[in-house]
C-alpha cells in the first residue's frame, strides 16, 4: 500500500459525459501528479500540482482539467468524453525533495467511455 | 524531449533462471531513473532510484545498475512471484514529471 488512494476505482460512463476522479495524497505529500495509461501509448504524464498551484503541464487534452485543494487532495475533471479516453488514469505523489523526489502511485481509476 | 526505451519486450523465465532487463535513456541532464513494478489493473510500485553513473541498488532478488546511457535491472534466481511488467523512468534536471518506457513484462513458469 503505497498510502496513495484514488476513488473510484471503477467508472463505466457514455461520450459526451463528465467525470471526476478524486486523489488523496500520501501523508505530508505536496506533489500530486496525474498519469493516463492506455494500451497503445503507456504512461503519460498530464499535470503536477504542487502546494495546491499548478507546477507542469503534459499532454493534457483541453477536455481536461484539475485543481489541488487546501487539504491536499486532487480532483481530475474529464469532460465531453470520448471513446479513446478509456484508459487508466493514475495519482501519484511527493514530497516535494530537491533530489529526483520519488513518486508513489494510487490503485488508480479504471474509466471506460462507450 | 527525453526517451526510454526498454528490452525486450517480453520475457520469459524458468524459475531460478537470471536474467536482465534493458533500459535505455536519452535526457538533456539526469534528476534520477527509476524503477517500478506493475502488476496488472494496479498501479506502479515502487521499486529504486539512482541518481548517478556507477550507482547500484538491491532489493531482495533484484538490483538495479545505472550508466551514463542505460540502467539494467537484475533478476536473480526468480519466483513466479516476480512476474510482473517492469518500468523504467527518468527525471530530467530542472523537470518533475517522469518519462516512462513501455515496460518489460516478465512471466517466471514454477
Known amino acids: 500500500d503505497s498510502g496513495v488512494t484514488q476513488t473510484p476505482k471503477h467508472l463505466i460512463t457514455a461520450t459526451g459525459q463528465r467525470v471526476t476522479l478524486r486523489c488523496s495524497p500520501r501523508s505530508g505529500d505536496l506533489s500530486v501528479y496525474w498519469y493516463q495509461q492506455s494500451l497503445d501509448q503507456g504512461l503519460q504524464f498530464l499535470i503536477q500540482y504542487y502546494n495546491g498551484e499548478e507546477r507542469a503541464k503534459g499532454n493534457i487534452l483541453e477536455r481536461f482539467s484539475a485543481q489541488q485543494f487546501p487539504d491536499l487532495h486532487s480532483e481530475l475533471n474529464l469532460s465531453s468524453l470520448e471513446l479513446g479516453d478509456s484508459a487508466l488514469y493514475f495519482c501519484a505523489s511527493s514530497g516535494g525533495g530537491s533530489r529526483g523526489d520519488t513518486q508513489y502511485f494510487g490503485p488508480g481509476t479504471r474509466l471506460t467511455v462507450l | 524531449e527525453d526517451q526510454v526505451t526498454q528490452s525486450p519486450e517480453a520475457l520469459r523465465l524458468q524459475e531460478g533462471e537470471s536474467s536482465s532487463l534493458n533500459c535505455s535513456y536519452t535526457?538533456?541532464?539526469?534528476?534520477?531513473l527509476f524503477w517500478y513494478r506493475q502488476d496488472p489493473g494496479k498501479g506502479p510500485e515502487f521499486l529504486f532510484t539512482?541518481?548517478?553513473a556507477g550507482e547500484e541498488k538491491e532489493k531482495e532478488r533484484l538490483k538495479a545498475t545505472l550508466t551514463k546511457k542505460e540502467s539494467f535491472l537484475h533478476i536473480t534466481a526468480p519466483k513466479p512471484e516476480d512476474s510482473a511488467t517492469y518500468l523504467c523512468?527518468?527525471?530530467?534536471?530542472?523537470?518533475?514529471?517522469?518519462?516512462f518506457g513501455a515496460g518489460t513484462t516478465v512471466t517466471v513458469r514454477a
Open positions: 523512468a527518468v527525471q530530467a534536471v530542472g523537470d518533475y514529471k517522469l518519462s
Open positions: 539512482l541518481y548517478s
Open positions: 535526457v538533456s541532464g539526469l534528476r534520477g
